[in-house]
């Protein structure tokens, strides 16, 4: 990413045969079951209690598969702490290739359960400026093809869309080139129209985070790029700043877009940004940082409609300080980011 933050790739495929057998391991109750026991079934992924958290958790997320696996392998202390994650609500970022069919198997298994499915589009084109995310679709018309997808899979079950990290940021900070600029304001536009055309879809287009630079530099963006039609706006996505500071920024910003709500990106911003090592990359796999608050919609700030774990922790930033591709798991990553975590 372009020294900002890196958002890293959409989650990849299905684990392996392996991985889903061990998955089935996870039933009972959600916490503070025995772990110790073989096949127990104490690492069960339920939901979060609906009042304060009325976010999906995916019973066969990645962090879930993973406690299954290191169940089966014996490897308890490790499982445990990966429940922390596996336990929580976390987006899905929409794979292009398969838009409609995981759009609709996100939001139906869902609705089934009385919750709502966070999802990520991720496939503006000419994504992340080259960096370790780029990619994203062919043109205009391959994006807003796959923006229709979304929008059918959904149909008129609850989500909430966080609408292409880095999109407008790229736009101001001069690292997207200039003659992609008006294609890229139209189709987001055009995405936010969409998707508010559906009955109970909610989206957020996001708006940087506390670190990068002034809210004046973004508002005027945000506007040419849909968020007056929009619910409002994401900030930290997949970085690191504090709680604190993310509101801070998030209440300058909507005091300039007439008083628009936002969500924070709390997914691995419990000891805040890291300060240490190259600038330019300070946002990519930063050691030392630790899970922050957990999905909710009890924030600190009536103007914040959610915390959110936008960014799944546990997922590269990208191929920088011994981590993988962006958007692949690594354990050791995801171990230290819980361990790091109270709880």
């Not at 696996?69 to 929580?88: N, S």
């Not at 899979?153 to 101001?172: F, K, N, Q, S, Y």
């Not at 709500?261 to 190259?278: A, I, K, L, Q």
Request: include cysteine; proline fraction near 6%.
């Amino acid at each position: 990413m372009y020294g900002s933050r890196g958002v890293g790739a959409f989650a990849g495929g299905r684990a392996s045969a392996a991985v889903l057998g061990a998955a089935l391991l996870l039933a009972g109750c959600s916490s503070g079951g025995d772990d110790g026991k073989e096949g127990s079934a104490a690492a069960v992924v339920t939901q979060q209690p609906k009042e304060a958290d009325p976010f999906w958790v995916n019973p066969d997320g990645v962090a879930a598969r993973e406690v299954g696996e290191l169940l089966g392998d014996g490897r308890k202390p490790e499982a445990r702490q990966l429940r922390k994650i596996a336990e929580q609500p976390v987006a899905e970022w929409i794979n292009p290739e398969k838009a409609e069919e995981q759009a609709r198997e996100f939001t139906e298994s869902a609705d089934k359960v009385g919750r709502r499915a966070v999802l990520v589009l991720y496939n503006i084109p000419h994504r992340d400026c080259g960096q370790y995310s780029q990619g994203g679709a062919a043109d205009g018309d391959a994006y807003r093809d796959f923006v229709d997808a979304v929008a059918e899979g959904i149909g008129d079950r609850p989500a909430t869309v966080v609408l292409e990290p880095d999109a407008v940021l790229h736009l101001v900070d001069g690292c997207t080139p200039q003659e992609f600029h008006e294609e890229r304001y139209d189709l987001l536009d055009g995405a936010v129209s969409t998707l508010k055309g559906l009955k109970n879809t909610k989206v957020y287009l996001d708006a940087g985070n506390a670190g990068w630079g002034n809210p004046d530099q973004i508002h005027e963006p945000l506007k040419r790029a849909g968020l007056d039609r929009a619910d409002g706006f994401a900030v930290n996505v997949s970085n690191f700043y504090t709680t604190e500071d993310s509101i801070a920024y998030g209440k300058e910003l909507s005091a300039k877009v007439g008083g628009k709500h936002f969500v924070v990106d709390t997914s691995r911003n419990g000891n805040g940004p890291y300060t240490e090592g190259d600038p330019d990359e300070r946002w990519c796999n930063p050691p030392g940082r630790a899970l922050g608050e957990t999905p909710t919609t009890r924030t600190a700030d009536p103007l914040v409609d959610a915390y959110l774990w936008i960014k799944r922790p546990g997922e590269s930033d990208g191929e920088c300080k011994g981590g993988p591709k962006a958007g692949e798991w690594w354990e050791d990553y995801a171990l230290d980011l819980a361990r790091a975590s109270a709880g």
